[in-house]
């Protein structure tokens, strides 16, 4: 079964460092999208990104947030200047027309 | 009222009961309907959709009541393995990402 690939599984880093998660979605997916769960909290949705450009964007995903398509597979997301209130799971999915969406394993990431 | 409302339990029911989880949503026109199962630490993992004439997967039943704004799902003969959170996530708008509503997750616990 395809799936979407998430890397790295834990990331960890100082507050005010910048980071950037990596996704490789399912290859004939063409809408991609970016979520965040703090522990403990439900999933919220950052970004959806479609034709090379986002699409949407929810309130959370402001301008410290920036996603990316560099080639023709990765999809990432860069978080500058990241703060301890950034330290959540952040999942990236991919769906095709009209489809559910597929989710990565997910990035726990961790901002100390 | 809460765009999509579950129950967070936790359920802990005996291994071969019948249990029951209900979501709650307050957009009228929402468009679509999923139940996802997400494990500790794990990604969401799409169950099933919720098909307006009900559907059924196995041991797994979705409702759909536009009337009442709620789905159902009913797990019969639970196993152990069914342990985890089942989300309810409702698509408000099958062109708008962001519409894609989470709500908090029903924790289900199996025991033996």
């Known amino acids: 079964e395809p799936e979407v690939t998430q890397t790295p599984s834990h990331q960890v880093t100082q507050m005010g460092q910048e980071v950037i998660l990596r996704c490789v979605p399912i290859?004939?997916?063409?809408?991609f999208y970016w979520y965040r769960q703090i522990l403990g909290q439900k999933v919220e949705f950052l970004v959806s990104f479609y034709n090379n450009e986002i699409s949407e964007k929810s309130e959370i995903f402001d301008d410290q947030f920036s996603v990316e398509r560099p080639d023709g597979s990765n999809f990432t997301l860069k978080i500058r200047s990241t703060k301890l209130e950034d330290s959540a799971m952040y999942f990236c999915?991919?769906?095709?027309?009209?489809?559910?969406?597929?989710f990565g394993s997910g990035t726990r990431l961790t901002v100390v | 009222r809460k765009e999509v409302e579950q129950d967070p339990g936790p359920f802990n029911v005996p291994e071969g009961a019948t249990v029951a989880f209900n979501c709650t949503y307050s957009?009228?026109?929402?468009?679509?309907f999923f139940w996802y199962r997400q494990d500790c630490r794990k990604e969401p993992k799409l169950l099933m959709s919720v098909y307006s004439s009900g559907n059924e997967d196995g041991r797994f039943t979705a409702q759909l009541n536009r009337a009442s704004q709620y789905i159902s799902l009913l797990i019969r003969d639970s196993k152990l393995s069914d342990s985890a959170t089942y989300l309810c996530v409702v698509n408000g708008d099958y062109s708008s990402a962001s519409k894609i509503i989470f709500g908090s997750g029903t924790r289900l616990s199996i025991r033996p």
């Open positions: 999915a991919s769906s095709g027309q009209g489809a559910h969406s597929t």
């Open positions: 957009n009228s026109a929402s468009q679509s």
């Open positions: 290859s004939n997916h063409l809408y």
